[in-house]
């Protein structure tokens, strides 16, 4: 059964940092395109960030530029989003998803329908 699981999500205060991971099981992904949404209450499932498949580009919200970083180890076939500088605003519940269809080598995806191997969500909630 393929799967994705999230962790690292917490309550941290506004500055702090944290360390989302995405295991993904039961066939490789090092393949597929990945991507890191959130939705926060009474809103829409927003793209923060994607990587492609080779591994060589990366995308993000503009939100989040500067502060967050994506990343993938295919050996270990994980997908890595390290928050910095997290501020109030990036409270919410993070998901990590993977493409299962065709993806282009370099490509990166932003839509919500590009996705369809979804995460359970992991809270993060940042106080002021």
């Known amino acids: 059964q393929v799967q994705l699981v999230e962790s690292g999500g917490g309550l941290v205060q506004a500055g702090g940092s944290l360390r989302l991971s995405c295991a993904a099981s039961?066939?490789?992904?090092?393949?597929?395109?990945m991507g890191w949404f959130r939705q926060a209450p009474g809103k829409e499932r927003e793209f923060i960030a994607a990587?492609?498949?080779?591994?060589?580009?990366?995308r993000y919200f503009d939100s989040v530029k500067g502060r967050f970083t994506i990343s993938r180890d295919n050996a270990k076939n994980t997908v890595v989003l390290q928050m910095n500088g997290l501020k109030p605003e990036d409270t919410a519940v993070y998901y990590c998803?993977?493409?299962?269809?065709?993806?282009?080598?370099?490509?990166?995806?932003?839509?919500?329908?590009?996705?369809?191997?979804w995460g359970q969500g992991t809270q993060v909630t940042v106080s002021s």
């Open positions: 998803a993977a493409r299962g269809g065709y993806a282009g080598y370099n490509e990166i995806y932003y839509s919500r329908n590009d996705y369809d191997i």
């Open positions: 039961g066939r490789t992904f090092s393949r597929n395109a």
């Open positions: 990587i492609s498949w080779s591994n060589i580009v990366t």
